[in-house]
């Protein structure tokens, strides 16, 4: 079993990966920037180290600092949450290399399923369902002639990318050559990879994600979807788990997918696959996050399985002890990230000290959040301060937990997306669960229009 592990990352995820640790006896070592000295896991961490000053490229993604400070604690294991270097492949075969034990996938896994264009390859290859769309085309005179083939709209997408940069949605010609041109100076900043792939974009889908873990020896844990179709330019806002549109036929179909894409790439250790779905009957593979993600506390608690705890044991080479292979469930949660940023201004981040701080709570009602009174949101990274995770044994019941929840939280001194979520809670298009990828953009116009 691993003993020392080194958690490089902050917030409530470095808290999250914290407990998980206390609570299968493993010492916890926190690698930690300067601005974030006074956070919540540092403080509650068994042992810390600082690994540079407060950018990320300075600290949380320099790698050389990070391997000295694996060194100097003694560490056996490397938690890398998510972001930062999570889903880095050069990252890993150093760890690999070093004798450290990475808790996540292999660099191969990372290779094959962290590049768009090569997932969506090799999916395709065995059979299985992808959008209709072109990989790794040289220049947009080519793209727009494989456009022809199946038209507009189509949108636009970096092969590295993730969280909405170098995407863009194409309904004519006209702009096609400009949003092309715009995707790869986007994807060249933020991933150093102009590489840029095309596909059919399929009016009001929703945005459903398969949950996995695999031990060492293959056995594997296919849990329940999430739907995550409650996004703002890209990003989830809310999530969900069941789907309120998927019948438990379609569920299957979702996870036998699944489990054939994880068979097929040989993947080990946890892992998300994302879908679009046309609302109807056809899932498409959209892509797969090598990495423990934001929302997995909705499937923890319908599933009643520590995720997190399962990813340690598992990278430990420990085998999966459950007797199924399609992971039962019950009842409904809602997951609400609550964000350091002001609505009222575009959505800016809000960076500052907490004045005040009241937390929900009652039956039903889970927080993951690294903030306490007195806290300083410091500015240099993600605007996540919280997640209010509901639970009822109907939708209904959950929803009204949530609504419950999102009246009594209170943080003042900076501005934050309660009030916003608040509102979406009372919505009849949310209550009614047909809400779609790209509602919740038109959702927040209407709130702004209606503040004129």
């Not at 863009?168 to 986007?186: G, L, M, P, S, T």
């Not at 009643?304 to 430990?316: C, L, M, P, R, W």
């Amino acid at each position: 079993m691993i003993k020392r592990v080194f958690i490089a990352n902050r917030g409530e995820i470095a808290l999250r990966i914290l407990r998980a640790c206390r609570e299968l006896r493993v010492t916890s070592i926190i690698g930690y920037s300067e601005a974030d000295i006074d956070s919540l896991p540092v403080k509650l961490s068994d042992e810390k180290i600082c690994i540079g000053p407060s950018k990320p490229i300075d600290s949380y993604l320099n790698i050389p600092s990070i391997v000295s400070a694996l060194e100097v604690k003694d560490c056996d294991a490397v938690h890398p949450g998510y972001g930062f270097l999570s889903e880095n492949p050069f990252f890993v075969e150093i760890c690999y290399k070093s004798g450290i034990t990475f808790i996540g996938p292999s660099p191969e896994n990372l290779k094959l399923m962290g590049d768009k264009s090569m997932a969506r390859r090799v999916v395709q290859e065995h059979g299985l369902p992808i959008i209709p769309g072109y990989d790794n085309v040289s220049d947009h005179k080519k793209a727009l002639k494989y456009a022809g083939k199946f038209g507009f709209p189509l949108i636009i997408k970096a092969s590295a990318g993730g969280g909405g940069r170098g995407m863009r949605i194409v309904r004519d010609e006209k702009e096609f050559e400009n949003f092309w041109h715009a995707c790869q100076h986007e994807a060249k900043i933020a991933f150093d990879n102009p590489s840029l792939y095309i596909e059919k974009y399929i009016e009001r889908p929703r945005h459903i994600e398969v949950q996995v873990i695999v031990d060492k020896k293959g056995k594997a844990l296919i849990f329940p979807e999430r739907d995550c179709s409650l996004q703002r330019r890209h990003q989830k806002l809310i999530e969900e788990s069941p789907s309120p549109i998927i019948d438990s036929s379609l569920r299957r179909k979702f996870q036998k997918i699944s489990a054939r894409i994880c068979k097929v790439t040989n993947y080990r250790n946890v892992g998300t696959i994302e879908y679009l779905f046309d609302g109807i009957s056809h899932p498409y593979f959209l892509e797969m996050n090598t990495r423990i993600q934001v929302e997995h506390p909705v499937t923890e608690v319908i599933t009643g399985i520590d995720i997190v705890k399962e990813q340690i044991e598992t990278a430990s080479g420990e085998t999966l002890k459950y007797p199924f292979y399609f992971v039962p469930f019950c009842g409904h949660s809602i997951e609400c990230r609550i964000n350091a940023e002001d609505p009222q201004k575009n959505f800016m981040p809000s960076p500052g000290k907490i004045k005040k701080l009241i937390l929900p709570g009652g039956p039903g009602i889970r927080v993951d959040t690294h903030i306490y009174e007195g806290y300083t949101v410091p500015p240099y990274y993600d605007s996540l301060i919280a997640k209010i995770i509901s639970f009822g044994s109907t939708r209904e019941e959950a929803i009204a937990r949530m609504q419950r929840a999102l009246k009594e939280i209170v943080i003042e001194g900076i501005s934050t997306t309660i009030d916003f979520h608040r509102n979406v809670f009372e919505h009849p298009i949310f209550l009614s669960g047909r809400y779609y990828v790209g509602w919740l953009e038109k959702f927040g116009e209407e709130e702004e229009n209606g503040k004129r």
